[in-house]
């Protein structure tokens, strides 16, 4: 696959950070196949690791079709870091906007151009406690249905052995693996032409998802839980909880009970 509009900022990243991460993780990448050699598209990637948007980027490097990144606004702005940004041609989101098509104005300009944008549709790192992919928000599906590109689902493990989540000091031995695969374009014809209202945009996130979750069941071998883990419905079961205990305490004059005081079992 030609490389292409790689640039010299995205050359110097790859000598800056390919070294390490060759000698930190061993690969086994597949699926580069269905990276498109031409035109614009969006990946679609799980978030299991702080360390995993370097390792994704280093696959994606050599398919010749470097990802184009989301990331705010005000990072652009900051010294060598928003020089960098701003040369590897990242995209910044500007989250103060009220209108959610015109935050990804910039994401959508450059798929229209031919780039490839890069998405992690959980938002930040998974929170589901064995690494699965969470739900996802509609940022990608929005792009996807004003564009009508290809959406690449891809699934990693292998980072996040190395640096697990939320981990303040990574795992060096023995040598962990960084597995990827990319699967075929997500089929979502069927949103086509349709108004693009909240349900149908968490309907499309929601194929989008269940895309990448069963790339990393593929990887992993194992088959991820029938409902994906839900940090919303998480924290409002949380408060749920929250309030229950308060309330039985309340009803019983606040006074501990004995599991509390260390006295039963």
């Known amino acids: 696959m030609p490389r292409r509009r790689i640039g ?8 800056l950070c390919k070294p390490p991460l060759v000698v930190l993780l061993k690969r086994d990448w597949r699926g580069m196949e269905n990276i498109p050699a031409e035109g614009g598209f969006i990946t679609a990637v799980n978030h299991n690791s702080h ?10 490097y050599n398919t010749g079709r470097v990802p184009r990144f989301l990331a705010k606004s005000g990072l652009f702005n900051k010294g060598f870091i928003g020089a960098a940004m701003r040369g590897t041609g990242q995209i910044p989101v500007y989250r103060e906007s009220t209108d959610a098509l015109s935050a990804f104005r910039a994401a959508i ?10 998405f992690y549709p959980e938002g930040t790192l998974t929170r589901d406690p064995d690494g699965w992919p969470m739900t996802g928000k509609t940022g990608a599906a929005r792009v996807a249905l004003q564009t009508r590109c290809p ?12 640096l697990p989540p939320y981990a303040k000091k990574p795992s060096l031995l023995p040598r962990k693996t960084h597995r990827v695969l990319a699967g075929p374009p997500v089929d979502l014809d069927r949103f086509y032409g349709r108004e693009m209202t909240p349900e149908l945009l968490k309907e499309a996130t929601e194929v989008i998802m269940a895309a990448v979750t069963r790339q990393l069941e593929q990887i992993r071998g194992e088959q991820a839980p029938e409902t994906p883990y839900d940090p919303r419905r998480e924290r409002i079961e949380q408060r749920r909880r929250t309030h229950t205990q308060k309330r039985e305490e309340r009803a019983r004059g606040g006074r501990p009970t004995a599991r509390e005081e260390g006295l039963g079992t």
């Open 151 to 162: 959406v690449i689902p891809v699934a990693q493990w292998g980072a996040n052995e190395l």
């Open 8 to 15: 010299f900022w995205y050359r110097f990243a790859a000598v």
């Open 51 to 60: 360390i995993d948007p370097f390792a994704y980027a280093h696959f994606q």
């Open 109 to 118: 300009d450059a798929v229209e151009r031919g780039e490839c944008v890069a």
